[in-house]
């Protein structure tokens, strides 16, 4: 942030740009992000008591109830039955 706020100030008194050090390379360990998704997946399948094995089953779908006005147009222009 420091060195975005001297850029900043470089350019409006129109100084000339400070160096800026090439960033270092940062200490530590790439992660997986699959390899971690996976695990923590598999982690909850195990607490849950799921095998993994098979595929989730879908929840059924339920059809909606035709409403008034669909029947309406649906039965538009059939010779009425009353």
Same mark, same amino acid.
């Given at each position: 942030?420091?060195?975005?706020?001297?850029?900043?100030?470089?350019?409006?008194?129109?100084?000339? =740009?400070?160096?800026?050090?090439?960033?270092?390379? %940062?200490?530590?360990? =790439?992660?997986?992000?699959?390899? @971690? =998704?996976?695990?923590?997946?598999?982690? @909850? +399948?195990? @607490? %849950?008591?799921?095998?993994?094995?098979?595929?989730?089953?879908?929840?059924?779908? @339920? +059809?909606?109830?035709?409403?008034?006005? %669909?029947?309406?147009?649906?039965?538009?222009?059939?010779?009425?039955? %009353?």
């Amino acid at each position: 942030m420091i060195a975005l706020h001297a850029v900043i100030e470089a350019k409006q008194k129109d100084r000339q =740009l400070p160096e800026i050090p090439a960033p270092q390379a %940062r200490p530590g360990q =790439l992660m997986d992000l699959m390899a @971690a =998704l996976q695990q923590s997946v598999d982690k @909850a +399948r195990t @607490a %849950r008591g799921e095998t993994g094995d098979a595929l989730p089953q879908e929840a059924p779908v @339920a +059809r909606a109830k035709m409403t008034s006005a %669909r029947k309406t147009e649906s039965n538009a222009g059939r010779p009425s039955d %009353r």
